[in-house]
């Protein structure tokens, strides 16, 4: 598996995993691409043969790199934890890498607690659906 930066030619591949994903934060292919031209922006692909299996996007705020969205095409292949570590690599002058995530998605905030993230904060009824987000940060 390779995690790489993100081109415009993996767009198409990244909209449909994110479309894919119920639990996504529902990003178009617009804001995709607009993410490209960020500058503070460490938008990551993971591919194998070719293939795309998932992507992470975050922005540099020093001293915290926040995680604002990330899905993979497949669970339990270690897609999103070799994303995680590629997010990590390119944290140049960031002490720790933040998100949030809906206190209803359990397999979210297992996997995060098993990346070593813990919580920090919440925000009660944060999102559209009335639930609320919990505040994570994973120190370097």
């Known amino acids: 598996m390779n995690v790489r930066r993100a081109r415009s030619a993996d767009l198409g591949g990244v909209a449909a995993i994110e479309a894919s994903q119920a639990a996504a934060?529902?990003?178009?292919?617009?804001?995709?691409?607009?993410?490209?031209?960020?500058?503070?922006?460490?938008?990551l692909v993971a591919e194998e043969a070719g293939?795309?299996?998932?992507?992470a996007v975050a922005r540099r705020h020093?001293?915290?790199?926040?995680?604002?969205?990330i899905a993979v095409s497949s669970t339990r292949r270690g897609v999103g934890r070799a994303l995680l570590e590629g997010l990590r690599a390119q944290a140049a002058g960031c002490a720790r890498l933040t998100l949030e995530v809906s206190e209803r998605n359990a397999s979210a905030l297992a996997f995060y607690r098993a990346c070593g993230f813990r919580v920090v904060g919440r925000r009660p009824k944060f999102y559209n659906d009335g639930a609320g987000a919990v505040l994570m940060d994973l120190f370097r």
């Open 25 to 43: 934060a529902g990003w178009s292919l617009r804001q995709f691409e607009a993410e490209l031209e960020v500058e503070s922006s460490v938008f």
């Open 51 to 55: 293939r795309l299996l998932g992507f």
């Open 62 to 69: 020093p001293p915290r790199l926040e995680l604002l969205d």
